[in-house]
């Protein structure tokens, strides 16, 4: 009776740490605090940067905009905002970060693409935002809402189409990539992605300083029990791989988030029709700010390149 009761207390244990496991990293709530878009770290570190975050910021909330809904494959219902700069000028679909926000994260994008006449479709990725869900699935099913969303994109503006985005939106445009998109999705700009969600996680255990061996098993098991989907069932690195579209891969070298050995490992999956740019200063999502002009010069040349590819082709 004894041997029975400590089993059952063990069994209890490990449910209850798994589920805690899996709200921490893969829970929403469905009504979800507001957080200031021009919002960095407390760090001295980003004291530089605090004005100019705010200026990008107000600047697009100062933009026109129209809110966007689509119906995502599973039924899920999704947001976005359209930025509209020009008839018939190339859209700019932008994916953000693991609870992060568009305006946030796409601050950089923005400048770098509305400057240069493009149309911008900033998404909340589902449960994020306006968008409805409650488990983020770190690119599994985002990956197929990118791909819902660049459908929804064909249909209404008949445009060029580039798939962006930045981190957890970096791997699911890349993760999206071997889907069967649209004719109209050009290429691919992904800043600072995961390689895979296995990797992220194991990755950010580590700098937690919590072993791998213990905490992955419970973040894989919890996904499988109380999310419905499996971590390895799609990769950045894999995906690139069995795709064909030009991509531009981005990423920081002193990137403390995401380890720039990330980028690294998409790069070598597919070195063919990826572009890789390093940026030897920036922490994660920082590359535009410790360079805007070069890193506006790579948008301008990437897009410029594949926009002639298409047309010759």
Not at 67 to 93: E, F, M, Q, W
Not at 252 to 272: C, L, M, N, R, W
Not at 303 to 313: A, F, K, P
Request: hydrophobic content about 45%; overall charge negative; charged content about 20%.
């Amino acid at each position: 009776m004894i041997i029975l009761s400590v089993v059952l207390g063990l069994a209890v244990l490990f449910f209850v740490v798994t589920l805690l496991v899996y709200r921490m990293a893969f829970y929403s709530p469905k009504k979800r605090k507001p957080v200031d878009p021009a919002l960095l770290p407390p760090s001295e570190d980003f004291d530089y940067l605090r004005d100019t975050m705010k200026k990008l910021v107000e600047d697009i909330t100062d933009t026109p905009t129209e809110l966007c809904r689509i119906k995502a494959y599973d039924g899920a219902s999704l947001v976005g905002r359209y930025y509209h700069a020009a008839d018939g000028a190339p859209l700019v679909l932008f994916f953000h970060g693991y609870r992060s926000q568009a305006i946030h994260d796409c601050v950089g994008a923005f400048h770098a693409f509305h400057g240069m006449g493009f149309n911008i479709l900033a998404v909340d990725e589902r449960s994020h935002g306006e968008s409805d869900g409650t488990v983020i699935t770190f690119g599994i099913r985002e990956r197929h809402d990118a791909k819902s969303w660049a459908e929804f994109a064909e249909a209404r503006f008949g445009v060029p189409i580039f798939l962006c985005g930045l981190s957890m939106g970096a791997a699911t445009v890349l993760m999206a990539s071997d889907l069967d998109l649209p004719k109209s999705v050009v290429c691919i700009m992904a800043d600072c992605p995961f390689s895979s969600p296995k990797d992220i996680l194991v990755s950010v255990s580590h700098a937690r300083h919590v072993p791998a061996f213990l905490s992955y098993p419970l973040l894989k098991l919890g996904a499988k029990i109380f999310g419905k989907f499996d971590l390895e069932e799609a990769s950045a690195a894999s995906s690139v791989a069995n795709s064909a579209l030009p991509i531009l891969l981005i990423h920081g070298k002193t990137d403390t988030f995401v380890p720039y050995s990330h980028s690294e490992k998409i790069y070598a999956a597919a070195p063919s029709h990826i572009r890789f740019e390093s940026f030897p200063n920036a922490d994660h999502g920082m590359s535009y700010f410790s360079d805007s002009c070069r890193y506006e010069k790579l948008f301008a040349e990437f897009t410029s390149e594949c926009l002639s590819g298409r047309n010759n082709g």
